[in-house]
C-alpha cells in the first residue's frame, strides 16, 4: 500500500529486522556482551559475589536504557568519540 504523495522511483522497502535493535534479555547486544564478561572477569579473580552483583545490577542498568531508548549505547558510544573542543 502506497500513500498518494510518494514520489515515483524514490521508494525502497525496508525489513523491520534493519531497523530493530537487536536485544539479549532485554539489554542492547553489545552491552550484554561487555557487561557479561566484565562480570566473569571478576568472578573468575575470586569475588564470586562482586561479580554476580555486578552482572545482574549491570544487566538491570541495560534494560532500563533499552526500555527509555533503544539506541541508548550507540548514542552513548558517539558521544564519547566527539573530541571536548567541539562542544558547545
Given at each position: 500500500m502506497r500513500d498518494p504523495h510518494d514520489v515515483p522511483g524514490f521508494l525502497a522497502p525496508v525489513r523491520q529486522a534493519l531497523t530493530t535493535v537487536i536485544l539479549f534479555g532485554g539489554a542492547p547486544r553489545s552491552f550484554a556482551i561487555l557487561?557479561?564478561?566484565?562480570?566473569?572477569?571478576?568472578?573468575f579473580s575470586g569475588a564470586l559475589l562482586a561479580g554476580l552483583l555486578l552482572g545482574v545490577?549491570?544487566?538491570g542498568v541495560g534494560v532500563?536504557?533499552?526500555?527509555?531508548?533503544?539506541?541508548?549505547?550507540?548514542?552513548?558510544?558517539r558521544g564519547m568519540r566527539v573530541p571536548p573542543h567541539l562542544e558547545i
Open positions: 557487561n557479561g564478561t566484565l562480570a566473569m572477569v571478576v568472578v545490577v549491570g544487566h532500563l536504557l533499552a526500555r527509555h531508548d533503544p539506541q541508548a549505547m550507540d548514542v552513548l558510544k
